[in-house]
């Protein structure tokens, strides 16, 4: 629908074409020239802006909105190619081969475009070598991410594309630490489009990025961890995957070096934050397994069992490269010994009869996984690397709580859990206490801390059963509650990686707080 105020838009159309960086700092008589031929369009939501077909005479400029580019495949189905944001421009290519428009552009949601002719596009660009360069770079630009797609169809997994999405969209927001928040403003049904899959295969995709730590999806918010993804990029190598900038930066620096002091800071920290994480997976896998056994949650407890197994492997042939201390090396060799076990025990199908085997090879994977990261912690040799690792605690504590309370009701080896369990609500408690007072000059971590330790009380009160009946309820809520927890600390790891390096000794021993009774 054209405005039907073309006077008053026109005294604008100067000002909207200047604030383009396709035609920034042009020449006053250039944007007049340009504006005459120019005319601005409001579209609602679902409206078609040119079809496939249509002649090519306008180049397109998205001023607020959002339009897909998308054509119709022989079943009948559509294809998107590609959703449009602000400041980004469409249709140009057809402008200089005449003839139509190959794709169709439709409003996603009210959306006001700036539609400027062939004709006087030609003319300030005959004036202006500085459009053309603009308009090559961005045909240039469109090429590339072109090719970028068909790499990505044919060598990256769905989740793969889909991050490379995340990543794209944060753009030079996303640091190599901290967290990056970007909005999915699109439905889930145009992006699983956008990348030719079904809604409930997107949905699936997400929840495996969120198991393998890259991700918090909390509706359409998607906090990036950034530390975590970049150490996926660093241990993948693959420079095609995501922002190029961001990527060559990753994939360029070695891992533990790096010729700024912050990144090997933030590098070295990382290390230790992924060799504690092994802890908290090996807690977590056990407690998905007696979930399944006991046939609650099953869908979910699945999924994470089947992400916590990928990501426990995958982290430790990347920990056994970066383990060159002769101690690590050899604890990260034990560790894999025991793991060839446990997997085989967890991949199994759950059954009663395996439930008390589990409870001795998860406390053996367990305290040797402490070890590691104690390892790491320790050749690191800073005070952030003891924090990292303490709170790298707190998280596993999250787990094995859920866990020791699971084996417990099985009628597992009940005293000693009772025990443990006991023993795991206070170091969580003072965990998290060492931690606000060791961080006390970063606010950020103050309210984290705070709500995590109630969330924990929370948490530990419904481990009160009043009767056998009452199991399967509290059990769902123990596990959904301990998922909470472990969000909440991976964000305080990540906090904790990203502060400056500190190197002076502080108050935590080499060995990091007491081992595992």
Not at 311 to 334: K, V
Not at 467 to 489: C, G, H, W, Y
Request: glycine share 6%; with cysteine; hydrophobic share 40%.
């Amino acid at each position: 629908m054209r405005d039907p105020h073309p006077n008053q838009i026109g005294r604008n159309l100067r000002r909207a074409l200047g604030e383009l960086p396709l035609f920034a700092e042009l020449a006053p008589s250039t944007l007049d020239e340009l504006a005459q031929g120019t005319c601005y369009v409001i579209y609602q939501k679902g409206q078609a802006i040119f079809h496939a077909g249509d002649p090519a005479t306008q180049l397109h400029v998205l001023v607020r909105g959002q339009v897909k580019l998308s054509l119709n495949c022989r079943n009948g189905n559509e294809r998107i190619l590609e959703l449009l944001e602000p400041g980004h421009s469409f249709g140009q290519a057809e402008l200089f081969i005449p003839g139509n428009y190959v794709v169709s552009a439709f409003a996603v949601k009210p959306s006001e475009v700036l539609a400027i002719r062939r004709d006087s596009l030609f003319r300030v660009m005959a004036q202006d070598a500085r459009i053309a360069r603009r308009v090559i770079e961005v045909l240039a630009r469109r090429q590339l991410e072109t090719e970028a797609d068909l790499v990505a169809q044919n060598a990256w997994s769905p989740g793969q594309r889909l991050l490379g999405y995340l990543i794209e969209l944060a753009g030079p927001l996303r640091q190599a630490q901290g967290e990056t928040t970007v909005t999915l403003d699109t439905s889930k049904k145009l992006l699983a489009s956008r990348f030719d899959m079904q809604p409930e295969t997107l949905s699936r995709n997400l929840r495996d990025l969120s198991e393998a730590g890259l991700i918090v999806v909390d509706r359409k918010q998607i906090r990036l961890r950034n530390s975590e993804i970049e150490r996926y990029l660093v241990a993948r190598g693959d420079p095609t995957l995501g922002d190029r900038d961001s990527l060559r930066r990753a994939c360029n620096r070695t891992p533990g070096a790096s010729s700024e002091a912050g990144n090997e800071s933030w590098s070295r920290a990382g290390w230790v934050n992924g060799a504690g994480r092994q802890r908290a997976l090996s807690q977590r896998m056990a407690k998905s397994w007696l979930m399944l056994e006991q046939g609650l949650l099953s869908r979910q407890s699945r999924t994470i069992l089947r992400q916590s197994v990928n990501l426990f492997d995958s982290r430790l042939r990347e920990l056994e490269i970066q383990a060159t201390d002769a101690d690590n090396a050899a604890t990260c060799a034990e560790l894999a010994r025991l793991w060839c076990d446990y997997r085989c025990l967890i991949e199994a199908s759950p059954s009663a009869s395996e439930a008390e085997k589990l409870f001795g090879i998860t406390e053996e994977v367990l305290e040797v996984a402490d070890l590691l990261a104690r390892g790491f912690a320790r050749t690191e040799g800073t005070t952030k690397g003891q924090l990292v690792n303490l709170a790298g605690r707190g998280r596993m504590l999250t787990q094995r709580a859920a866990n020791l309370f699971m084996f417990g009701q099985r009628g597992i080896h009940v005293t000693k859990c009772r025990s443990r369990l006991d023993e795991a609500n206070d170091e969580f408690l003072s965990t998290l206490q060492r931690l606000k007072a060791d961080t006390v000059a970063v606010p950020e971590l103050a309210s984290r801390l705070d709500s995590s330790i109630d969330v924990w009380q929370l948490f530990h009160s419904a481990m009160n059963l009043r009767s056998a009946s009452d199991f399967p309820q509290t059990a769902r809520k123990v596990f959904r509650i301990s998922e909470d927890l472990l969000n909440r600390m991976d964000a305080i790891i990540e906090i904790c990686v990203g502060l400056p390096g500190m190197t002076r000794p502080g108050n935590y021993s080499a060995s990091g707080p007491a081992p595992i009774a």
